[in-house]
């Protein structure tokens, strides 16, 4: 029976969860506590479900219902269709990566997003790195080494997987000096603080908190006119970059792009897969000529994205030449976008038809506000009103819910909030629905 596996799986593969099976069988029955089954087909059964375990990508598809939208833990953004089509294209074939089809010379790889990036963000000069962490110290590295940059106390921001920002700085050999208070920073702060060895002042978006009460912070505009005046230069780590205007979404505070380059800014960094909606790139726009600097440092080949990157970007740029067409088809938008009555739609529905599947007559189902997040350091503590589908059960946890549905296949992620489980419908995808209808489904089997 054994020997029917080979063909159908890698033979290493096989041996091993024989060898695993078996240890785990014997171990037990010399225990001798609990009764074992020593069936053929159970063994056998065991002994696929142990292969297949094996073979099953630990990193995989999963359904978000926590109503975050850029989930970092679950891969930020979902590509749009364009995007997704164009990464396909280019793994399948060879392509003008590095090849200029008119001369029939070496190309370079920076030009497929470069013209698109200044379209849009209006900016001379734009290079793509592998994220935005890469961006911030290739910046510093080629402006600001050995040199000093001027930082707010209130900028200094950790965002998580260790980007601290003043060890980032000192990484790139840049010198921090931080001006101001925690709360409070003003201008004269920064002015008193220009010294011989200044080349740049440096604002950092608070991706991940807010500071609020007896505050202040020096404006875009303010700085670019105080770097100006003492002939230094004005960078920005926007960090999530957005394209679009979200205010009318009821989102207010996030700056654009295009904004913060109007008001003068020399170099802006952001993220390509925060709400920018594409893949995980680190985009740097603004003045031409630091562009070509940082082209020229060596560290530009070793933070240098891949063709899949490039042309994923690409296609989701495009879609930017209209703002509409961005908010249909990039997904995150989408989601941002969303409008409410939609979703408490979408919830009815997805309770309605649970309510008919599910046998299980102590769950409780039902349908109640909830409030989403963009996240991925953008909009820190601004929530989104949205809906969420309720489930709470008389005799079980949430816990223990929260852990069915992870570990179902596909794995479903959902949220407990005061003893029930939520699943926020702002971020199912298609076919979302039928997944958790199918978890609960075998929910009820498991429990009868
Ligand atoms: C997210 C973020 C980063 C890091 O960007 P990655 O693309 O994840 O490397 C840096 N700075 C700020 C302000 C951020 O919000």
Not at 261 to 277: A, H, N, P, R, Y
Not at 334 to 351: C, F, Q, V
Request: aromatic residues 4%; contains cysteine.
């Amino acid at each position: 029976m054994i020997a029917s596996l080979g063909p159908r799986y890698p033979r290493k593969v096989v041996i091993e969860s024989v060898r695993k099976v078996l240890d785990r069988k014997r171990r037990i029955i010399l225990e001798g506590i609990v009764e074992e089954s020593i069936d053929e087909k159970d063994i056998l059964g065991e002994i696929v479900d142990t292969i297949q375990k094996a073979l099953t990508s630990t990193l995989r598809p999963v359904v978000n219902a926590t109503g975050i939208i850029v989930h970092t833990n679950l891969g930020r953004s979902i590509l749009p269709e364009e995007a997704i089509e164009s990464m396909v294209q280019v793994a399948r074939s060879y392509s003008s990566l590095e090849y200029d089809l008119e001369t029939g010379k070496r190309g370079s790889r920076y030009v497929h997003t470069e013209r698109l990036l200044r379209e849009v963000t209006g900016a001379e000069g734009a290079l793509v790195v592998n994220n935005n962490a890469a961006a911030v110290f290739l910046v510093l590295n080629t402006l600001a080494r050995g040199k000093e940059v001027i930082i707010s106390r209130g900028e200094l921001v950790e965002i998580g997987g260790s980007f601290r920002m003043p060890e980032v700085m000192a990484m790139s050999g840049a010198v921090l000096r931080e001006v101001g208070c925690t709360n409070r920073t003003h201008l004269i702060d920064y002015e008193q603080a220009i010294g011989d060895s200044t080349v740049a002042l440096m604002k950092v978006h608070k991706s991940n908190y807010r500071i609020i009460g007896f505050t202040h912070e020096v404006g875009a505009r303010e700085l670019v006119e105080l770097a100006h005046r003492r002939g230094i230069l004005a960078l920005e780590d926007m960090g999530s970059g957005c394209f679009v205007d979200l205010s009318r979404f009821g989102l207010h505070g996030e700056p654009t792009v295009k904004g913060e380059l109007e008001e003068g800014m020399d170099i802006v960094t952001f993220s390509g897969d925060k709400l920018l909606g594409g893949p995980q790139a680190g985009i740097i726009v603004g003045r031409k000529e630091l562009i070509e600097k940082l082209k020229r440092n060596p560290l530009t080949r070793a933070l240098r994205v891949d063709k899949l990157t490039l042309s994923a970007l690409e296609a989701t740029l495009r879609l930017y030449y209209d703002e509409d067409r961005a908010l249909e088809y990039v997904p995150t938008l989408k989601m941002i976008a969303m409008p409410l009555d939609e979703l408490k739609k979408r919830a009815e529905g997805l309770k309605e038809k649970l309510k008919v599947l599910v046998e299980d007559r102590s769950l409780e189902i039902s349908v109640i506000p909830s409030k989403a997040r963009t996240g991925g350091g953008s909009l820190p503590e601004v929530d989104i009103p949205s809906w969420a589908v309720s489930v709470k059960h008389q005799k079980v946890a949430p816990q223990m819910i929260e852990e069915f549905l992870r570990k179902f296949n596909p794995p479903i992620i959902a949220r407990i909030e005061e003893d029930r489980l939520l699943l926020d419908v702002r971020t199912l995808q298609k076919g979302d629905d039928e997944i958790i209808l199918e978890a609960f489904t075998r929910w009820t089997k498991v429990r009868l």
